[in-house]
């Protein structure tokens, strides 16, 4: 199956920047939509960024000017850089794509494990 593995959580100061990764592997025959979500305890899991494979760019009001959603197409990957991160931007945070896989004729959507982001007051 395709997997999508994420990285580059951590701790950092509020005011600090982290930059996530995101790697999807397997047999792929194409990404469409990529995007990030994150989930807080006891919240629901909120869309971050996304960026479609026409490169546009959707964000939450909440990160709107802080953070950066790209992505690779070469590597696989997607990426958002977080900048003057805030102790509410403290959550879990998840990639997510929609892909289709070799051989298989339907797009499906796929979650990485997660990679904890926490941020310091």
């Known amino acids: 199956q395709l997997q999508l593995v994420e990285s580059g959580g951590g701790l950092v100061q509020a005011g600090g920047s982290l930059r996530l990764s995101c790697a999807a592997s397997?047999?792929?025959?194409?990404?469409?939509?990529m995007g990030w979500y994150r989930q807080a305890p006891g919240k629901q899991r909120e869309l971050v960024a996304a960026?479609?494979?026409?490169?546009?760019?959707n964000y939450a009001d909440s990160v709107k000017g802080r953070f950066t959603i790209s992505r690779d197409d070469a590597k696989n990957t997607a990426y958002l850089q977080m900048n003057s991160l805030k102790p509410e931007d403290t959550a879990v945070y998840y990639c997510?794509?929609?892909?289709?896989?070799?051989?298989?004729?339907?797009?499906?959507?796929?979650w990485g494990q997660g990679t904890q982001v926490t941020v310091s007051s």
């Open positions: 960026i479609p494979s026409d490169g546009s760019t």
């Open positions: 397997g047999s792929i025959f194409s990404i469409n939509r």
């Open positions: 997510n794509a929609l892909m289709r896989e070799r051989r298989v004729g339907v797009l499906r959507n796929y």
